[in-house]
């Protein structure tokens, strides 16, 4: 009733007078109990001031409160900003109190259609307000906490005005931007600000005119100005983001599309719309038209102040590094083998002044890439409705025409192209999507034909039945399921092959054509994770190069990067498809780590390198502001690294580039279809097969990834020992594996390996020739998250085998040996863990457990321990754990130092004490098998590959001891008598003949080198 009375009072005294807004920053509410906390973290980077009051746990019932002065009465509306998610709801209570009568509103009681994840939301409810105190007060809904993620309270506005539009920013500090033309603009002009920004949103538009600042491409042709003329103070701080400020990207424009010929003007940054607020001026002379500056978030600080900078001045001050300089003197810079590098020189879309851009060009130049005299471009990716199926050929074809036609027009010759890169990251498209495409049902049968499947292939009764089927029916539909998870790669394919076409045609010359395909093959240790099946696209006479990037975030190892390289130089090898990689350098990669995978990955066939990302710092958001960028661009101390790296290519690739990797005797075979049918459900199959290739590399042990099509065409003739990881199988490759075992191969079945078809049905052929028991296969705990994530596996088991303790990881197969079966390991209930069996001139070990998970899992929780013993109480405080790959997360227990520093920890973040006898057992059937490598090295965990040429030998080598070695001993079996050696780092290295055909030599070793041999 009071609050009625007031408002009709309010409405018959005839008040319009508005009340002046209140704003009230959560955070500075009051709770007497920990139910809400002031926070700071990565969920708060877009609350106003970068804090909120959070309520996710604690006190359930408790509250947090804050009082307010109302001075006019009135109909006010209460908004209230909050941290909103698409799954996670924090629903919370806003009480306004006044005597004794309340109101209120219960908010995040549903998602927003409208609103992004992790977006801050406005909502608000009416109430009448008397003048006097009024307090508000927050509460959990229904007394309940909830995730850690919502429950971000930011602030609080009140007004009368209902037309108002909230916003946090009139109230925190603010930037204001004057600017005054140089009197060279006969024709009006306005200032164009295209605003940078280091999250998303990522970009906006704005315009400086005579209206002062205005969101959009232009302002009205009234608004512009003449040289000479002057902004109004003009306040930028929308263009600016609380936690990050900007990179403005400024240039004089006629017209959106019409730029001035020049850029003169005089900037002045102010803190207010006075003469007297000005901290910064700015007199700016740019040919051509374009000027970049890097703003914070405001200018109140000397700190702040101190990140104000334009493009000159990061130019001029990382060219002064530069020239002084100790640039590496090994090697040389690549002449033949394409080395680039992602640098933007500039801003985004916008060209700088001739000498800062010559400036940052001569500082990238000591490097030696490429990208001033050679090219690549980008595609066409335009399809309908969606669909790979569906390619926009018309639209495909125009702007491949304009493409080529502006690219001749730049005077560059299309000679110097060396590779087209069709975009970044695409995967392929999701079952439950192409069930639904009718273009996707069209092509999915046309392949199949094509193929020769009938519909009683593929377990259906006729060709209406035939269609891409979701995840969910996949038990339904077995052999369409199959079939469907490698037709999301050959859609992929087929859609990029489509554009190569479109593309050569344009250009006039056939080029390299691929996309960057994520490292979801290391991530997921899965390839239809992302749906991309490296042997499935590459078997196709339409795919001439593949591509792909060694972030391994999330990875056991950054070696895994390589392993993700030769499973491309495996997919490849059939039809010599070439290799392009990004070799990334920046997010906190480690000089030794940097080198450790280019020398790894070019020894597994990577022929095209682009070192990703440069910068620089200040021409883009990548990599984060300026100030703090973890480009390669702002941190010197890298730089040798990735110079060394180039030089080490150039100045091995007189044998390099026509170099490819020795045959080798070991084989992994890669199950596609155990990857189509384990995909969601338990990824530690995959992991085993990538820590078994880790572990065959760090014994210098040849391997090669088989495909299963790849052995169904014969290829498993050249090869003595193969390992199978995963349950299923194609009856087709299962067929060849037994015959080829049964005429003397070795094979290694880990737990469950083969034992079921493509189709998911059971698979006997191998229990048969074991004449054995294979059990059920126990899944015991299933891994979904990345191998960095391996310690979370726990011991379900032991294995002991000729004095080695192994624990059993994820899943268990019991087995009972035949009468002719050797059992070499035992589970701790003494059954046979490991059962080795004569079959025909063959040999089969049958594994009940994942011995390469216990491998690596034993070497990163070993590197966890010395790293929780390295962190201080002020490391966790500081949440200084955000390390490019989780195996640095921090225990609970590590608030302390309590062992000495280890100098590993710095060079790396990859493990390193992996244990030598687990090793020795996955290699069992390598050593009885009598496996000779060409080459041999003194020392585990140096990856050395030999690649043969016509005329000598090359073999990189790279030091994953993370150790410097002073003495590291080769033995080379060379094919032709050596006339010399020679070391990219070391030049000439002395070597001894120690028997017919076999040399020997020594060399020290840091972090990674090149060896030639010459014949």
């Known amino acids: 009733m009071k609050f009625i009375l007031s408002a009709m009072l309010f409405f018959l005294l005839g008040s319009t007078a508005r009340a002046e807004p209140i704003f009230v920053e959560a955070e500075n509410f009051t709770s007497t109990t920990d139910a809400w906390k002031v926070s700071k973290n990565q969920q708060t980077r877009s609350a106003s001031r970068l804090h909120t009051l959070h309520g996710a746990s604690g006190d359930p019932r408790g509250s947090a409160r804050r009082a307010i002065e109302i001075k006019q009465p009135g109909n006010y509306r209460i908004w209230v900003r909050y941290l909103h998610h698409e799954r996670f709801r924090g629903p919370f209570r806003l009480a306004v109190l006044h005597g004794d009568t309340a109101i209120g509103k219960d908010f995040d009681l549903q998602s927003k259609p409208d609103a992004k994840s992790w977006a801050y939301v406005w909502d608000y409810v009416d109430a009448d307000l008397p003048a006097g105190t009024v307090d508000l007060k927050f509460t959990k ?54 605003a940078d920004h280091y999250r998303s949103p990522w970009y906006q538009h704005f315009s400086l005119s005579k209206a002062g600042a205005q969101p959009g491409l232009r302002p009205k042709d009234s608004e512009r100005m003449l040289g000479g003329e002057q902004t109004p103070w003009c306040n930028i701080t929308p263009m600016l983001y609380q936690d990050s400020g900007a990179i403005l990207n400024i240039s004089m424009r006629h017209t959106y599309h019409q730029h001035a010929a020049k850029l003169q003007a005089r ?75 992602s640098a933007t020189v500039g801003g985004y879309g916008t060209q700088v002044d001739k000498s800062v851009s010559e400036r940052e060009w001569k500082t990238l130049d000591y490097f030696g890439f490429w990208n001033r005299t050679r090219s690549y471009i980008g595609g066409v990716w335009y399809m309908q409705n969606g669909s790979y199926c569906s390619p926009d050929i018309e639209r495909m074809k125009e702007r491949a025409a304009a493409k080529a036609s502006e690219f001749r027009n730049s005077g560059k010759s299309i000679h110097d192209i060396v590779f087209c890169m069709l975009t970044d990251e695409p995967t392929g498209q999701p079952a439950a999507f192409m069930a639904q495409d009718e273009a996707y049902v069209t092509a999915f049968q046309a392949w199949l034909k094509k193929l020769g499947k009938s519909p009683a292939d593929l377990l259906v009764s006729n060709w209406d039945e035939v269609k891409p089927v979701p995840d969910n029916q996949r038990d339904e539909f077995p052999a369409l399921h199959y079939f469907t998870q490698r ?51 590459l078997d196709a006479d339409d795919q001439n190069a593949i591509w792909s990037e060694d972030w391994a975030n999330g990875a056991s190892s950054y070696q895994c990067g390589a392993y993700n390289v030769d499973l491309m130089r495996a997919a490849s090898r059939e039809r010599g498809q070439s290799i392009g990689h990004y070799l990334v350098t920046h997010a906190g990669r480690k000089s030794w780590d940097i080198k450790l995978k280019a020398a790894s990955e070019t020894a597994r066939g990577v022929r095209i390198w682009k070192n990703f990302s440069y910068g620089v710092s200040w021409g883009s958001h990548e990599g984060g502001p300026a100030w703090k960028s973890h480009t390669w661009y702002s941190k010197p101390e890298t730089w040798r690294a990735n110079a060394e790296v180039v030089r080490e290519i150039g100045g091995a690739e007189d044998l390099l580039l026509s170099a490819t990797a020795a045959p080798a005797e070991v084989a992994i075979l890669y199950s596609s279809s155990s990857d189509a049918w384990t995909m969601n459900r338990n990824h530690a199959f995959g992991f085993n097969r990538m820590h078994t290739w880790m572990a065959l590399a760090h014994a210098q042990i040849p391997v090669d990834f088989l495909g299963e099509r790849q052995v169904e065409r014969g290829v498993l003739k050249d090869y003595k020992v193969c390992y199978v990881d995963g349950p299923n199988l194609t009856l087709e490759a299962a067929r060849k594996l037994s015959e080829w075992v049964a005429s003397g191969g070795t094979l290694y079945l880990s737990a469950g390996a083969a034992s079921r078809d493509e189709y998911n049905r059971p698979l006997e052929l191998f229990d048969s020739q074991l004449d054995s028991q294979r059990d059920s296969l126990e899944t015991l705990q299933p891994f979904l998250n990345s191998g960095s994530y391996v310690h979370i596996l726990q011991p379900r088991d032991q294995v002991v085998a000729d004095g080695v303790t192994l624990d059993v990881l994820s899943v268990r197969q019991h087995q009972t040996p035949s009468k002719g079966g050797e059992v070499l390991a035992t589970f701790e209930d003494g059954t046979a863990a490991i059962i080795r069996t004569n079959v025909g001139t063959g040999v089969i070990y049958s594994v009940g457990f994942l011995p390469a998970l216990d491998y690596i899992r034993q070497a990163v929780v070993a590197r966890r321990e010395v790293q929780a013993s390295r962190t201080t109480e002020e490391d966790v ?35 390193w004490e992996f244990p030598a006898k687990t090793r020795e057992l996955i290699l069992q059937p390598v050593r009885a098998a009598g496996v000779d490598p060409p080459l041999t090295c003194n020392v585990p965990l140096v990856d050395a590959i030999l690649l043969q040429a016509e005329n000598g030998a090359v073999i990189p080598i790279a030091n994953y001891t993370l150790t410097p070695i002073k003495k590291l001993e080769f033995r080379l079996r060379s094919p032709r008598p050596v006339t010399r050696v020679e070391s990219i780092h070391h030049a000439s290295i002395p070597f001894e003949i120690v028997d017919s055909g076999t040399i020997k030599f020594l060399l020290p070793l840091d972090a990674s080198d090149y060896i030639k041999v010459y014949y």
């Open 877 to 911: 405080a500081a949440n200084r754990t955000s390390a490019p790959t989780p195996t640095l997360d921090v225990p609970e227990k590590a608030t302390a130092t309590t062992l000495a520093a280890d100098a590993r920890l710095n060079r790396s973040y990859n493990p």
């Open 141 to 194: 809904f229904e007394q309940k906490n909830c995730s850690g993620y919502v429950r971000h309270l930011d602030c609080v506005l009140l007004t009368t005005d209902k037309t108002m539009v909230p916003s946090h920013l009139p109230y925190g500090e603010q930037t204001f931007l004057r600017v005054t033309l140089g009197k060279v603009y006969d024709e009006p002009v306005y200032v164009h600000i295209f």
């Open 487 to 537: 037709f999301r790669t050959r859609a992929l394919g087929d859609f990029m092959a489509t554009q190569r076409g479109i593309l050569e045609e344009a250009y006039g010359r056939s080029l390299p054509t691929l996309v960057n395909f994520s490292d979801g093959a290391t991530y997921h240790a899965n390839m239809y994770g992302q749906g991309v099946d490296y042997f499935e696209l």
């Open 267 to 341: 900037l002045e940054f102010a803190t207010a719309a006075d003469e007297q607020s000005i901290v910064r001026t700015m007199d700016v002379k740019s040919d051509p038209n374009g000027l970049v500056v890097v703003v914070p978030p405001d200018l109140t600080t000397a700190e702040n102040l101190s990140r104000l900078k334009r493009d000159s001045n990061f130019a001029e001050a990382t060219g002064r590094i530069a020239d002084a300089f100790d640039w590496p003197e090994i090697g040389r810079k690549p002449q033949k083998f394409p080395f680039f590098v």
